[in-house]
């Protein structure tokens, strides 16, 4: 990567933080979270792994809070009959997959939701960054706002030749394609709309699609590699330079040294 009218040296472009110096970047700190959330699966995911379904003393405790939940609003019952009744309930309650659904659903998606939208945040920083210094660096800094319309995954792909005619970028890897499905995902979070149809069935608005993350083995790793997956995009950029300067240059968007 050459000189370009609008290269600046090394020194003034590497990020400070500190020493009377403030970063504007907020990647440090999107980057923290995000880990925090992924450890935080890893622990849960334990815990769903230990699961060997409900003991008895965790049904007789349910049992009890069903009759207390059920009595009240139902006193033309026989007692025997609203014993039944709440046994039946508590069967259906306390089978073995369905209890684990009750008791890690929501500590689950109270992971994954975050992991998805603060590694969409992530690789959308982290792309910004890296091409808003490559583009200074190569005097092409007039593009950016090419560049600021595009969705992530084109930012990805395209971004880096804004600014370099020679970069060989494999856009066949798989972490292109794990980019698609994490973007899908923000997307269905962040604009959910709902299925409805009118009572004549003569309207109908259809709601947001996407693939749901199960609860299994499959869907925990899938959230564990979207947590690594914005500074394995950056990498692999990186790494496409064949110019040792230009990458030093460029890993110093990724702010991984800041603490």
Avoid at 62 to 81: M, S
Avoid at 124 to 148: C, H, K
Avoid at 186 to 206: E, F, G, L, M, P
Wanted: hydrophobic share 40%; glycine share 6%.
């Amino acid at each position: 990567m050459g000189s370009g009218p609008g290269e600046i040296p090394l020194k003034a472009m590497i990020p400070h933080i500190g020493a009377g110096h403030q970063s504007s970047s907020h990647i440090p700190f999107i980057r923290s979270s995000l880990n925090f959330q992924i450890e935080s699966l890893k622990a849960l995911s334990v815990e769903m792994e230990k699961f060997e379904g409900v003991s008895e003393d965790e049904k007789k405790e349910l049992r009890l809070k069903l009759l207390d939940k059920y009595a009240p609003h139902n006193t033309h019952l026989r007692v025997e009959d609203l014993e039944k009744f709440v046994d039946e309930q508590l069967s259906y309650l306390t089978e073995s997959s369905r209890a684990f659904v009750r008791k890690f659903s929501s500590p689950y998606m109270n992971l994954a939701v975050p992991i998805v939208l603060l590694s969409s945040a992530l690789s959308d920083a982290l792309i910004n960054s890296l091409v808003a210094t490559g583009l200074i660096m190569s005097g092409r800094g007039e593009l950016f706002a090419v560049f600021d319309r595009m969705e992530i995954h084109q930012k990805w792909r395209l971004g880096p030749k804004l600014f370099s005619d020679t970069i060989n970028l494999k856009t066949e890897n798989p972490l292109f394609a794990q980019l698609r499905d994490l973007v899908e995902l923000r997307n269905a979070y962040t604009h959910s709309k709902i299925d409805i149809v009118s009572s004549d069935q003569t309207a109908k608005i259809k709601g947001t699609s996407h693939r749901r993350i199960d609860m299994g083995d499959k869907g925990r790793n899938t959230l564990i590699d979207f947590g690594t997956l914005p500074d394995s995009l950056f990498d692999l950029v990186v790494e496409s330079f064949d110019d040792y300067s230009a990458r030093l240059h460029l890993e110093s968007c990724s702010f991984r040294f800041s603490v």
